[in-house]
């Protein structure tokens, strides 16, 4: 996979991920609440704060899964709003605790900004080939079609 603004887009795939399940309080009804889906509540936190990223501290994963300066304040402000439901509810609360929190809608309204943000850098970094004048993605791949050898 050729990204153009982070060295590890893998995990970038799963933190935009992530970040939009916070963003989705439908989702999260739907998927966390539902005991035969792998998804939940903790899966998500694992993400961005231990696996992918760390959303205590996202400084240091710039130009690793976050493109820009803002998504590291915007990740920063929203590990600051789950740490705030989390100090309320307990580390180890079920999902619909969490859910039922006062500030829980603050989690909701930070991933959403963030996500938004995630999905517009993206969006932004793959039409940048195209900008510069590749009909198609770059590819690492010297025996491709318009790279190495002329026709």
């Given at each position: 996979?050729?990204?153009?603004?982070?060295?590890?887009?893998?995990?970038?795939?799963?933190?935009?991920?992530?970040?939009?399940?916070?963003?989705?309080?439908?989702?999260?009804?739907?998927?966390?609440?539902?005991l035969d889906r792998f998804e939940c509540l903790d899966y998500t936190v694992h993400v961005l704060f231990d696996d992918f990223c760390d959303a205590d501290d996202p400084l240091p994963w710039l130009g690793q899964c976050l493109r820009t300066e803002e998504e590291v304040?915007?990740?920063?402000?929203?590990?600051?709003?789950?740490?705030?439901?989390?100090?309320?509810?307990?580390?180890?609360?079920?999902?619909?605790?969490?859910?039922?929190?006062?500030?829980?809608?603050?989690?909701?309204?930070?991933?959403a900004r963030l996500a938004q943000v995630l999905v517009s850098n993206d969006h932004t970094a793959s039409s940048k080939p195209h900008d510069a004048g590749f009909p198609r993605a770059l590819s690492t791949d010297s025996t491709a079609p318009g790279l190495g050898e002329s026709r």
């Open positions: 996979m050729v990204d153009h603004g982070v060295a590890l887009p893998y995990y970038r795939l799963h933190v935009v991920q992530a970040v939009v399940a916070l963003a989705s309080p439908v989702r999260q009804r739907d998927v966390w609440l539902d304040e915007l990740m920063a402000r929203l590990g600051a709003a789950y740490g705030a439901v989390q100090d309320v509810v307990g580390a180890d609360a079920p999902d619909e605790e969490y859910l039922a929190a006062p500030g829980w809608s603050t989690v909701v309204a930070a991933a």
